[in-house]
């Protein structure tokens, strides 16, 4: 047996990846040219040799990331590659040849390649330009020649487990106009299916893309790809459905990005691969469990999420804090492995980051951008040192309830499913992870006087990667926000509390103003932004729904209704005027669509995957009574009001 410690490449590349932004690259060539130096020497003495040689590279930078005081300026960040970044120069000179009207950057990013990059790069080189601008009849030519329609490398799979109305689909919608949009709305899983192209499995290198290995459903129009906290809501929306294979299918994909990158990414693009999103993984996981109890998916899956939950509890994303008696906590944030333009939304993130003049300020910005986008809440005033000024954007200077609400929640589901699996360690693990969670969350969220939980924010001078944290009560976000409610999701876990609990936050949601006629406001500040006023999303709705219905008590499960049946008339207003289904909708004004953000509302090939899939999760889910009509609202929006009925 070798007496040299087993240093594995990813966990070296790991380290010198928090310290060392810039290593990790070097890191794997470094080690390639060592391997073939030597040949006869072990893999894993290659990788000792080679960590030690580093290793005063890496101190030196740890010294330095210290002094920096800041973890946005000094933290890890990932590298693009080749492809992304000539497409990104692509993006660049369209926006230049065309003009920003109705100018999409994510379309170009998205484009595959018809030809091996080096060929594409000498055409593109080749393109005549007048003053550093290419002709637009000449760009679109080339664009013509060189690269495939975004979305062409999917191709339509007509899933096998889609019949027209599944035996016992929802057995408690009676009225014949209800019932006739819910069987609309799940027709249209079959124009959402998809698989990627055998193209992407035999040349990834011409693809964002990535080569997922399962049937898919996308969200659809410029979203043509799976993206992960939406899954949550598509399996569910599939369960519903009775498409339990699909279900299972969009749940191994993410598994899939899991065991191969070490964290479900945002989306299946390589350029989301620096980030990930809300973690329902764990969830979904669940929900497949209590439909199919097939024992052999959870089996398949509890080594993904105990990943997974290493990923958010660990690095980066791991901080620590100092309560006022004195105990520490340990709580996750919201950070991208990234400190350069979003290549989706470059020449926006560029235009935007010009107010800076210099670099290191610049690449603060792009990694909270790129963080703000892995919140799922991108973006909003929430995080925001100065609203509505984006460029003040401090995700990673905040500790989040949502997020980790969502971790309480994995590290039950964990244990639920290792007792499963008879795994009496793992399962005691994360029982005792979930605990001192649930503390923290009290000690650092829980605001006794408003009657819920509020988000931290880290001090200025107090940002270090490493350092912990010292509790301070002034430093929580006192401003309302839907996200101050979400533990409510999980209030039924909560050990006997919820009962004391209940009321309080009964009285402080009811007071809180986010209540409103067509749904539930996702903030009270007006800043321009999607995820802000007076805009309505529909995961939302959903989680603060079912939280407030299964806590056992009368008065928040009528509340419950009342929000869901406010909710399912806007949507069905919207849907009559415009035989369309959309992403967020105006909850002061039943029937109208959502604005804001950085790109145009969207309607998803003429419905929304998440939004189909919570509006069948309501009719499931006994929000809707069995013979009530719909108003109809074609002439009389009023009537979306008359939530009395």
Not at 410 to 418: K, P, T, V, Y
Request: proline residues 6%; hydrophobic residues 40%.
């Amino acid at each position: 047996m070798s007496v040299y410690p087993q240093l594995s490449l990813s966990r070296a590349s790991y380290i010198c990846g928090n310290y060392l932004p810039n290593v990790q690259f070097e890191l794997h060539t470094a080690l390639a040219v060592t391997t073939k130096l030597f040949p006869k020497m072990p893999s894993y003495r290659c990788q000792f040799y080679l960590f030690v040689l580093l290793f005063p590279l890496l101190s030196s930078s740890m010294s330095e990331a210290s002094v920096s005081g800041d973890c946005a300026a000094a933290g890890p960040a990932d590298r693009p590659s080749s492809l992304i970044v000539f497409l990104e120069r692509v993006q660049s000179a369209a926006l230049k040849s065309f003009g920003p009207k109705s100018f999409d950057p994510k379309h170009y990013v998205d484009l595959p390649l018809k030809n091996d990059l080096a060929v594409t790069e000498e055409s593109f080189a080749k393109l005549p330009r007048a003053d550093g601008i290419i002709p637009a009849s000449e760009l679109k030519r080339f664009l013509n020649a060189f690269f495939g329609k975004p979305g062409s490398d999917l191709v339509y799979l007509d899933p096998k487990d889609f019949v027209p109305e599944p035996e016992g689909f929802l057995p408690k919608v009676k009225n014949p106009e209800v019932r006739t949009w819910a069987l609309q709305i799940h027709s249209l899983w079959k124009s959402l299916s998809r698989r990627v192209s055998d193209d992407v499995k035999e040349r990834p290198e011409r693809h964002t893309l990535l080569p997922l290995p399962d049937p898919m459903i996308i969200p659809g129009e410029r979203f043509r790809e799976v993206y992960y906290w939406d899954s949550y809501w598509i399996i569910k929306g599939l369960l519903t459905s009775k498409m339990y294979d699909t279900a299972k299918s969009v749940a191994s994909n993410l598994l899939w990005l899991l065991d191969v990158y070490g964290h479900v990414l945002n989306g299946a693009r390589s350029y989301y691969i620096n980030r990930s999103q809300p973690p329902l993984l764990s969830s979904m996981v669940l929900e497949i469990y209590t439909r199919t109890h097939d024992l052999a998916f959870v089996n398949k899956s509890l080594p993904s999420l105990i990943k997974e939950h290493t990923f958010w509890n660990s690095g980066i994303h791991r901080v620590m804090i100092h309560d006022l008696q004195g105990h520490k906590h340990s709580l996750s944030r919201y950070f991208a492995l990234w400190n350069r333009p979003r290549p989706e939304s470059a020449t926006i993130d560029k235009k935007l980051a010009s107010k800076f003049q210099d670099a290191s300020e610049k690449k603060v910005f792009y990694r909270q951008v790129a963080s703000t986008a892995e919140t799922g809440w991108d973006f909003s005033s929430r995080w925001m040192s100065n609203s509505p000024d984006l460029t003040t954007l401090a995700t990673t200077s905040i500790i989040p309830v949502d997020l980790n609400a969502y971790l309480y929640k994995m590290e039950l589901d964990i244990a639920f499913f290792a007792d499963l699996a008879a795994d009496v360690s793992t399962k005691e693990k994360f029982l005792l992870a979930s605990k001192a969670r649930l503390t923290a969350m009290r000690s650092i969220f829980w605001n006794a006087e408003m009657g819920h939980w509020l988000d931290y924010w880290l001090t200025f001078n107090n940002r270090n990667c490493t350092d912990v944290h010292q509790f301070d009560a002034r430093n929580q976000n006192h401003t309302i926000y839907a996200s101050n409610f979400i533990p409510l999701w999980i209030l039924k876990h909560l050990s006997g509390e919820e009962d004391a609990l209940i009321g309080k936050l009964l009285i402080s949601f009811q007071s809180s103003g986010l209540f409103r006629s067509a749904g539930m406001a996702t903030s009270l500040t007006n800043s321009g932004q999607q995820w802000d006023f007076p805009n309505g999303w529909a995961p939302l709705q959903h989680l603060l729904i079912e939280g407030l219905a299964n806590s056992g008590s009368i008065p928040a499960r009528k509340l419950a209704e009342d929000i869901a049946v406010r909710w399912i008339r806007t949507n069905y207003a919207a849907f009559k005027a415009t035989g369309t289904m959309h992403e967020k909708y105006d909850v002061e004004s039943c029937g109208d669509v959502g604005g804001g953000g950085e790109y145009k509302p969207q309607v998803m090939l003429q419905h929304h995957s998440f939004m189909n899939s919570i509006q069948l999760c309501f009719f499931f889910g006994f929000f809707w009574p069995f013979s009530k009509p719909i108003p109809s609202i074609s002439n009389a929006q009023p009537s979306c009001l008359l939530v009395a009925l």
